[in-house]
T-cell receptor, first 112, second 114 residues
Framework: SQQGEEDPQALSIQEGENATMNCSYKTSINNLQWYRQNSGRGLVHLILIRSNEREKHSGRLRVTLDTSKKSSSLLITASRAADTASYFCATPSNQAGTALIFGKGTTLSVSS | NAGVTQTPKFRVLKTGQSMTLLCAQDMNHEYMYWYRQDPGMGLRLIHYSVGEGTTAKGEVPDGYNVSRLKKQNFLLGLESAAPSQTSVYFC?????????????FGSGTRLTVV
């Protein structure tokens, strides 16, 4: 069963605009991770945010976590065509050890 | 430094045939995982391993077996392939559990069962 659910399913923006993706999850977690997947490739780890953190930055990425609402957001500032990819949130499973459970992803398209 | 290497990259099987997918990592990671990715379904965990000689079932283990005889290798076997196993398979590894570490993924194996 899916733990995290991303919203929206698809997002189209112009280069230079900001892109915001959201993730909601169901049960308590100790961390949440975001991954990027370019077409035909494997997933790449972007950022891990722990349950005691509210916000984390990495370059043009900003991730927030609201444990009271069981939600997280990924903001990509000043988007580039190279940011075109699918983005997934992932949370540790409550059943399969601490293996990550992935959402279905948000497909981001950045046009120039 | 290759990271996680999956072989083969593509394969077409006939229903009932068997095959083994190989995953190799050179990062001395303890944990390894097999996922399948289907359109509209995201990634689903098949099996995982928390160390050499250990394996455990994930969300969708039926029809698959795994072995972790060496720390660097994690094999996924299909004993009798079915069309429902047509998918893209991803292997991943992590230094320890996901509480503190992100995953490194391979580039995937695209399997078609006809």
């Amino acid at each position: 069963s899916q733990q995290g659910e991303e919203d929206p399913q698809a997002l189209s923006i112009q280069e230079g605009e900001n892109a915001t993706m959201n993730c909601s999850y169901k049960t308590s977690i100790n961390n949440l991770q975001w991954y990027r997947q370019n077409s035909g490739r494997g997933l790449v780890h972007l950022i891990l945010i722990r349950s005691n953190e509210r916000e984390k930055h990495s370059g043009r990425l900003r991730v927030t976590l609201d444990t009271s609402k069981k939600s997280s957001s990924l903001l990509i500032t000043a988007s580039r065509a190279a940011d075109t990819a699918s983005y997934f949130c992932a949370t540790p499973s409550n059943q399969a050890g601490t293996a990550l459970i992935f959402g279905k992803g948000t497909t981001l398209s950045v046009s120039s | 430094n290759a990271g996680v290497t999956q072989t083969p990259k593509f394969r077409v099987l006939k229903t009932g045939q068997s095959m083994t997918l190989l995953c190799a990592q050179d990062m001395n990671h303890e944990y390894m995982y097999w996922y399948r990715q289907d359109p509209g379904m995201g990634l689903r965990l098949i099996h995982y391993s928390v160390g050499e000689g250990t394996t455990a079932k994930g969300e969708v283990p039926d029809g698959y077996n795994v072995s972790r005889l060496k720390k660097q290798n994690f094999l996924l076997g299909l004993e009798s392939a079915a069309p429902s196993q047509t998918s893209v398979y991803f292997c991943a590894s992590s230094y320890r559990g996901s509480s503190n570490y992100g995953y490194t993924f391979g580039s995937g194996t695209r399997l078609t069962v006809v």
